[in-house]
């Protein structure tokens, strides 16, 4: 009797285990950084590294980029340089962290939680890079035909949907859809490209685009982009091809956020 009811008790807390990783039989991916978190990050500080803009630093960390740039004073063309301290709080904090950034030297971040020791950032006098593109000019890939929603928002992709959007600050911040190594990846709206680059943990191969000074739209794990930052693009322009980079298999990573705030993209999007 003893025997049976501790292997009920230990069954149990393997389905617990399973349903807090799952949703609807979908597993739930935690993309263990800062962007993953509800709320926007207020208090410490981001020293910038090449290849930064302040569309990724805001991305990252969950704020919306005017907002982002109100608070640390940065002006039209918001300019920001290698080295350049971007607070997120009032003041420093005197406990630094290190962020992770894949093939560059870690920035130094201060928030009040993982203590570690300060990196060294590059020099900061003499790169200078716009966060919001000076020179537009538009993307030449094949726009194709896409139906849209009544908001204007189009699919990015064809295929079946493997993970949803969780308001939970922890998990899903976007929807997965799967598809096919080097499948199309359509911008689902009409928007010019901030950020195309691996710099943000997690999304592999990430191009974000923004759309109005409301809404920014992010694409993961590509196997290569066709765009580059600048670039002016149509809804339903291929922008990228589907990969597997910074996850384990061939899918797209697609987030839409509503002044810095992840929303969930099945509301924006058509009827399929």
Known sequence: MLRNLLLLTAVGALLAGCAS?????VQVVDRNSAAAQRQPVTSGQYRVQRGDTLYSIAFRYGWDWKALAAHNAIAP??????GQVIRF?????????????????????TTPSRPSTPVQAPPAQTTTRPSAPVVVAPATTP?????????GWAWPASGAIIGRFSSNGSLNKGIDIAGELGQPVLAAS???VVYAG???????????????D????AYGHNRRLLVR???QVKVGQQIAEMGSTGTDRVKLHFEIRRQGKPVDPMQYLPRR
């Open 21 to 25: 990783s799952h949703s609807g039989g």
């Open 77 to 82: 063309p918001y300019l920001i340089r290698v």
């Open 89 to 109: 709080g009032s003041g420093s904090s005197s406990r630094p962290v290190t962020a992770s950034a894949p093939n560059v030297s870690s920035p130094v971040v």
């Open 143 to 151: 726009v194709e035909p896409v139906q849209r929603s009544a908001s």
């Open 190 to 192: 009409g928007g010019s």
């Open 198 to 212: 691996s710099g943000l943990r997690g999304y592999g191969e990430l191009v974000i685009i923004k759309h109005s």
């Open 214 to 217: 409301t809404y920014v739209s």
């Open 229 to 231: 930052e600048g670039q």
